[in-house]
């Protein structure tokens, strides 16, 4: 089998592959990888139906064939809900360089929408009446002694913002109301997990240890720049 059994790798790789795209003004480039994503909407909601019990969302795992099968079994990858918010800022990102409202109405505006519909079947209301979200995972972090998954992680977090923010922009390029939920989620969630000795944190209580090659907790600069 070729390296990694030849597929997308969606916690950055093909993000990062296709990022050149909208720097160099090529956005036609990025078509067939959104028509092959969108092709897959049947699985990736049936997906969210095992995940979280909707029938309106969408969930992308980190590593998929061409026909958008899971592939491997790196369990906290197919957790990693940022796959799908990623997918989603990108779709919105080639709309704002292009100014292609038709594709935001009739695929984008969807796809984000039913992105956001499972982060909020996974977040959960904190006791001073904020956000949290309990469980999820931060990119390739994690082996040995260490936890796959926490609380509140930084990568998510940053994700989530960016899709809300997006969401309540895009709904207003189309002449639509908002989901108030977006701008809830929004101002309820933290922009990331932090104490005063480490900085930014991978998730609550866990530290960066040592260097790392993906950037997971620093997502909050980039990609989604939610971080000033």
């Known amino acids: 089998m ?7 790798h969606f916690n950055i790789n093909v993000q990062e592959c296709y990022s050149p795209a909208f720097r160099g003004g090529h956005l036609r480039n990025l078509m067939p990888l959104f028509r092959m994503i ?18 309106d969302g969408y ?23 940022a796959s799908t918010a990623w997918v989603a800022k990108m779709m919105f990102d ?3 360089h292009s100014a292609d409202t038709a594709f935001l109405r009739d695929s984008a505006y969807d796809f984000m929408k039913g992105t956001m519909n ?15 979200l309990p469980l999820g995972p931060s990119p390739e972090w994690g082996e040995g002694w260490r936890p796959y998954v926490g609380r ?23 002449g639509e109301i908002p989901d108030p939920l977006w701008s809830e989620v929004d101002r309820g969630l933290p922009p990331y997990s932090a104490n005063l000795q480490r900085g930014i944190l ?19 600069f980039y990609p989604f720049d939610t971080i000033d």
């Open 59 to 81: 969930v992308l795992p980190h590593a998929m064939s061409p026909k958008g099968v899971a592939i491997g079994s790196f369990w906290s990858g197919t957790l990693d809900h």
């Open 2 to 8: 070729v390296p990694w059994n030849g597929d997308y």
């Open 202 to 220: 991978i998730f609550e209580g866990e530290e960066l240890l040592e260097s790392h090659r993906h950037h997971s907790h620093m997502a909050g």
């Open 38 to 55: 969108l092709g897959w909407r049947p699985v990736l909601r049936e997906n969210a139906r095992m995940l979280v019990g909707i029938d």
């Open 118 to 132: 499972v982060y909020l079947k996974m977040l959960e209301r904190t006791p001073d009446g904020g956000l949290a």
């Open 152 to 174: 509140n992680p930084s990568f998510q977090l940053a994700a989530i913002h960016r899709l809300a923010r997006d969401l309540v922009t895009a709904a207003k390029m189309l």
């Open 94 to 96: 080639y709309v704002r």
